[in-house]
């Protein structure tokens, strides 16, 4: 069974930056799909990005296109969330989770669709961020 760790969050500035990683024990996680979630109080759970297990295929939110980046190194068992230019509303807990996906349904609703959140295999326990002043 794939057990994650999310690990990075804190406090930071607007503008700043945070780099969260998603680390896999027990099992490796070089044939999963690993997407990155967040959720802020009183809001829906909302998909900021996924990357595939070969590491080529990527889908992001809308919300985070040109300031996030999702990157993976198998070797090392961990997936990295690389967000640049935070701003408060970025402010949530952050969850990796790992689904075994074919390539080309990287870009389709596994990432946005409430209902097909869902259906995502594993789940870390998160790692609040938060951005203010």
């Known amino acids: 069974q794939l057990q994650l760790v999310e690990s990075g969050g804190g406090l930071v500035q607007p503008g700043g930056s945070l780099r969260l990683s998603c680390t896999a024990s027990e099992v490796g996680l070089d044939q999963y799909t690993i997407g990155w979630f967040r959720q802020a109080p009183g809001k829906e759970r909302e998909g900021v990005a996924c990357?595939?297990?070969?590491?080529?295929?990527?889908n992001y939110a809308d919300s985070v296109k040109g300031r996030f980046t999702v990157s993976r190194d198998n070797a090392k068992n961990t997936v990295y969330l690389q967000m640049n230019r935070l701003d408060p509303d970025d402010t949530a807990v952050y969850f990796c989770?790992?689904?075994?996906?074919?390539?080309?349904?990287?870009?389709?609703?596994?990432?946005?669709?409430?209902?097909?959140?869902?259906?995502?295999?594993?789940w870390g326990q998160g790692t609040q961020v938060t951005i203010s002043a």
């Open positions: 989770a790992g689904i075994i996906l074919p390539e080309h349904q990287i870009g389709g609703s596994w990432l946005t669709d409430p209902q097909w959140q869902r259906l995502w295999d594993f």
């Open positions: 990357i595939h297990s070969s590491g080529v295929s990527t």
